[in-house]
């Protein structure tokens, strides 16, 4: 079995900083893209940052130049650096990691985590 376990969410004021880490663990053979994606109340989830195995990144432009998206792939963990936190901001923060689980097969099966709330106070 596979886990993806998110952690660092909380309470901050606007102008803050936040960092989230998500691990994977269990059946693992490789992982590929690990991301993070984001949904506030009423809203549909939306990409936030995405790093590939070998770390090339993408951002939503609503986060650029404030977010920075890394890997430990050592660990099987990614994490997300927010800084100048802004209320629109506040959502539950989700990652995912799209992971194969056995060297037989090409298939990579995206597992995501059970998220982590994020709440940005004016």
């Known amino acids: 079995q596979v886990q993806v376990v998110e952690s660092g969410g909380g309470l901050v004021q606007a102008g803050g900083s936040l960092r989230l880490s998500c691990a994977a663990s269990?059946?693992?053979?490789?992982?590929?893209?690990m991301g993070w994606y984001r949904q506030a109340p009423g809203k549909q989830r939306d990409l936030v940052a995405t790093i590939g195995s070998g770390g090339s990144t993408n951002y939503a432009d609503s986060v650029k130049g404030r977010f920075t998206i890394s890997r430990d792939n050592a660990k099987k963990t990614v994490y997300l650096q927010m800084n100048t936190l802004k209320p629109e901001d506040t959502a539950v923060y989700c990652c995912?990691?799209?992971?194969?689980?056995?060297?037989?097969?090409?298939?990579?099966?995206?597992?995501w985590g059970q998220g982590t709330q994020v709440t940005v106070s004016s």
């Open positions: 995912h990691a799209d992971i194969r689980i056995s060297g037989y097969s090409s298939t990579r099966y995206r597992y």
């Open positions: 269990g059946s693992i053979f490789d992982i590929d893209a």
